[in-house]
């Protein structure tokens, strides 16, 4: 699971990066939900995260934040 911001260079970078290594993923864009549902979806961010920087990507039961293809690479065996 991917929490990203659509307008975040650093979460653009994430998407093109599983995509270029043909990474299936499930993505949210935080900034465009509303009301309670994104109340739900920040706090699930700040649980995993400890913050509210993106993204936030979830491989298993590790956790990802910001742009890292060296931690990404490591926890998705690429």
Do not use: H
């Amino acid at each position: 699971m991917l929490y990203a911001l659509s307008t975040c260079p650093y979460c653009r970078m994430t998407k093109k990066y599983l995509d270029d290594n043909e990474v299936e993923y499930d993505a949210i864009d935080v900034d465009l939900l509303e009301g309670d549902e994104r109340t739900t979806v920040v706090a699930e961010v700040k649980r995993l995260s400890g913050g509210t920087s993106f993204p936030v990507l979830l491989v298993g039961d590790e956790v990802i934040v910001g742009f890292n293809k060296a931690a990404m690479k490591k926890q998705l065996d690429l």
